[in-house]
């Protein structure tokens, strides 16, 4: 069982910048993928980048060059730095792992708010 802790979300100006952070609890942490979502009020949730179990990072096209995927690994938690952020990178933002053996995300953070005026 994994548990997913995000904090670090809350309001900016357009061009700001924020960093999420997610606490990750799961006994076999090299065994996991971990991944950013995002679910804005009346849209579908959307990935947003990951980092695979193999250190491989990738970005969705829309934060490609603005947001920054990293962990710490002795810390176990997984950061999301957000820079030169856009109205409409706001949203609900949450953190998800799945095992590196499974194609879904199974286990899921209660989110944090990001919202950019």
């Known amino acids: 069982h994994v548990q997913l802790v995000e904090s670090g979300g809350g309001s900016v100006q357009t061009g700001g910048s924020l960093r999420l952070s997610c606490a990750v609890s799961v006994s076999s942490a090299n065994d996991y993928c971990l991944g950013w979502f995002r679910q804005a009020s009346g849209k579908e949730r959307e990935w947003v980048g990951s980092?695979?179990?193999?250190?491989?990072?990738n970005y969705a096209d829309s934060v490609k060059g603005r947001f920054t995927i990293s962990k710490d690994n002795r810390k176990n938690v997984l950061y999301l730095q957000m820079s030169s952020l856009k109205p409409e990178d706001t949203a609900m933002y949450y953190c998800a792992a799945r095992p590196y053996w499974v194609r879904q995300y199974n286990d899921w953070g209660q989110g944090t708010q990001v919202t950019v005026s």
């Open positions: 980092l695979d179990s193999d250190g491989r990072i």
